[in-house]
């Protein structure tokens, strides 16, 4: 497999890359850009931080226009296409992408990594406990009546 990092131009991000990376730089306000970029990639990994995640429809475009055959969107944490996840404002900018990539099944495919909120509470709490204050997250969601019960051992 081959890896590509694709950063800004001007960026020092990825100054020392892992062995046998590429690195390119790209404007990511140009689509032509970022096509030239994504030229012969399989697939589109992105990254992006929360701030810019509204700005991902300029990366899906570019892969669209340059072949990529999948898109990976900043979509790590809560699942937005839940009817109560889509009313809140913080997730307004990842909504917006998936609504978008919906729009482009057609062009592209894509895929979703969901691994809820409390990932990174998870590992710290399984890798390093006792916490002061741990709690059984599928136990407590149980005794709330939010998690069905045949989902979640």
């Known amino acids: ?7 800004r131009e001007n960026s020092k991000t990825a100054q020392s890359p892992p062995k046998d990376t590429k690195v390119l730089t790209a404007d990511y306000d140009s689509v ?3 096509a030239a970029a994504f030229a012969g990639q399989d697939a589109v990994v992105s990254t992006i931080a929360s701030a810019a995640l509204a700005d991902q429809q300029t990366l ?3 892969a669209v226009q ?3 055959k999948r898109f990976i969107p900043s979509e790590f944490g809560s699942n937005v296409t839940n009817e ?3 009313g809140l404002a913080v997730f307004a900018g990842k909504l917006a992408t998936v609504d978008y990539l919906k729009k482009k099944e057609g062009e592209i495919t894509w895929s979703a990594l969901l691994n809820g909120g409390f990932l990174d509470w998870g590992l710290l709490a399984l890798y390093h406990p006792p916490l002061p204050c741990t709690i059984n997250i599928n136990r407590w969601c149980r005794a709330q009546s939010r998690v069905p019960r045949d989902r979640h051992p």
Do not use: P, Y
């Not at 497999?1 to 950063?7: K, R």
């Open 60 to 62: 899906i475009d570019a």
């Open 1 to 7: 497999m081959e890896i590509t990092i694709l950063t």
């Open 66 to 68: 340059a072949g990529v």
């Open 84 to 86: 109560k996840a889509r």
């Open 32 to 34: 032509s850009s970022l």
